[in-house]
């Protein structure tokens, strides 16, 4: 609806970190997605938070279907600060760089993800 258009377009703005201002985003389009049964398998334990995660548009297919993983062996290291995880953030632009757009290819998809 066009208010949750509005309500998720302002968080992106809103969390787009100072030190990320040699580009701007822009909201093409969303899409609302519950993958079947995923639910099912976890408990609610509280403390829930919208963050974002940002990934290759390469793995999306594997998101989609499979939902998120940790990276298996072959993957591109990006980071790991942790180790191989699944990493989220409170900031909009720190996901987006994991997207890893160019000039030329200046599209990228980010998840927006109630996690706890």
Known sequence: TKDIYTIISKYLQTTHASTHEQYRMQIEDIFEIEREKENEVFNDVGNKMLLWHGSRLTNFAGIM??????????????????????????????????????????????LLSEVS
């Not at 998120?68 to 632009?93: H, Q």
């Open 65 to 110: 279907s499979q939902g998120l993983r940790i990276a298996p062996p072959e993957a591109p290291v990006t980071g790991y600060m942790f180790g191989k995880g699944l990493y989220f953030a409170d900031m909009s632009s720190k996901s987006a760089n994991y997207c890893y757009p160019t000039p030329s290819k200046n599209t990228g998809l980010v």
